[in-house]
């Protein structure tokens, strides 16, 4: 977790170290929670390119298990009892794996297509072999079972700066409505780097952009040496 108050001190220090643009406490939280949103999509992204290299270079299997830690604290899971059909949880992002059934066989996910499709008895799920699938913001079992667990990963809090004003200048209130950060410590500089980055596009000050820019490229470079 990172502290939201944090990043805000250090965004706005940067961003007026030569006297630039002001960015209100409104303008923060939007940046924030963009920011923090592309660099927990880029989780998965990447993974998806690391596990896709071939052989077993250690290099590649450090970064999968980097990317995993990161990805590990959003993983939740939510019973169905019984398990036919139910609302998936409102802080879903995407699915994980999902067991059906007593003896917790792992049910393979497949397209609402696909389940319809099932006309055969041959070739319709059985409890030995279960799937599953999402449509809208339902999820659905088959073949129907007295419980199943689905384990998905839940998207980041919206983080929010919560504020109260004095003096006409916005002061930092942590027992108002404050949301800290909810990615790994190891990514404070990107967040910062990234809100930095929109904040210039947003003021249109295109040296500001080039900063972030410059140290959002020095990071990844540390992070890959």
């Known amino acids: 977790m990172i502290k939201i108050d944090t990043v805000y001190q250090t965004v706005l220090a940067l961003a007026n170290k030569e006297q630039r643009g002001y960015i209100t406490p409104q303008e923060f939280n939007l940046f924030a929670e963009h920011a923090q949103m592309s660099i927990f999509e880029q989780y998965f992204?990447?993974?998806?390119?690391?596990?896709?290299?071939?052989?077993?270079?250690?290099?590649?299997a450090d970064m999968t298990t980097i990317l995993e830690d990161k990805i590990s604290p959003f993983?939740?899971?939510?019973?169905?009892?019984?398990?036919?059909?139910?609302?998936l949880p409102e802080e879903y992002y995407r699915d994980y794996y999902?067991?059906?059934?007593?003896?917790?066989?792992?049910?393979?996910?497949?397209?609402?297509?696909?389940a319809a499709a099932y006309t055969s008895p041959l070739t319709s799920p059985t409890k030995s072999r279960?799937?599953?699938?999402?449509?809208?913001?339902?999820?659905?079992?088959?073949?129907?079972?007295?419980?199943?667990?689905?384990?998905?990963?839940?998207?980041?809090?919206?983080?929010?700066?919560?504020?109260?004003?004095?003096?006409?200048?916005?002061?930092?209130?942590?027992?108002?409505?404050?949301?800290?950060?909810?990615?790994?410590?190891?990514?404070?500089?990107?967040?910062?780097?990234?809100?930095?980055?929109l904040a210039g596009v947003s003021i249109e000050d295109a040296g500001l952009v080039q900063v972030a820019t410059q140290e959002e490229i020095k990071n990844i470079r540390q992070e890959k040496a």
Request: positive net charge; hydrophobic residues 30%; glycine residues 4%.
């Open 130 to 197: 279960p799937t599953y699938y999402t449509s809208q913001s339902s999820i659905y079992f088959l073949p129907h079972a007295g419980s199943a667990m689905f384990f998905y990963i839940k998207k980041p809090a919206k983080p929010e700066w919560s504020y109260v004003v004095v003096n006409e200048k916005p002061l930092y209130n942590p027992s108002g409505n404050a949301v800290d950060f909810e990615l790994h410590p190891s990514e404070q500089k990107n967040l910062v780097n990234r809100i930095l980055k």
């Open 75 to 87: 993983i939740k899971y939510v019973t169905y009892s019984p398990a036919t059909v139910g609302a």
């Open 98 to 114: 999902t067991t059906i059934g007593s003896a917790k066989v792992k049910a393979e996910k497949i397209t609402r297509q696909e």
């Open 45 to 60: 992204y990447d993974l998806n390119q690391f596990k896709r290299v071939p052989g077993n270079q250690t290099d590649y």
